[in-house]
């Protein structure tokens, strides 16, 4: 079993930037493929980035250039660094973890993060 906690949501002007970040609970979570998806209210919920065991990275279009995946393996942790935020990145942001078809996929209860002036 997995846990992960989000943190590091709030209330942004446009332009401004967050940091977000995910605890796991657990010390294998090394093995884990890492992911945020957000969900705007009244949309379905979207990838935002995911990064391998490798270190690969993916982003969505909207979010490239300027939005950062990283982990920390020690410290069992995956972040997001969103940078020139806007409004339409309002949204309540959610950690995954997965290890493949044969494992089950791990979800956070989110953070909000809100970007309006």
């Known amino acids: 079993q997995v846990q992960l906690v989000e943190s590091g949501g709030g209330l942004v002007q446009p332009g401004g930037s967050l940091r977000l970040s995910c605890a796991a609970s657990n010390n294998i979570f090394s093995l884990f493929n890492m992911g945020w998806y957000r969900q705007a209210p009244g949309k379905q919920r979207e990838l935002v980035a995911t990064i391998t065991t490798g270190l690969n990275t993916n982003y969505a279009d909207s979010v490239k250039g300027r939005f950062t995946i990283s982990r920390d393996n020690a410290e069992n942790t995956v972040f997001l660094q969103m940078n020139s935020l806007k409004p339409e990145d309002t949204a309540v942001y959610y950690c995954?973890?997965?290890?493949?078809?044969?494992?089950?996929?791990?979800w956070g209860k989110g953070t909000l993060v809100t970007v309006s002036s």
């Open positions: 995954n973890a997965e290890r493949g078809i044969w494992y089950p996929n791990y």
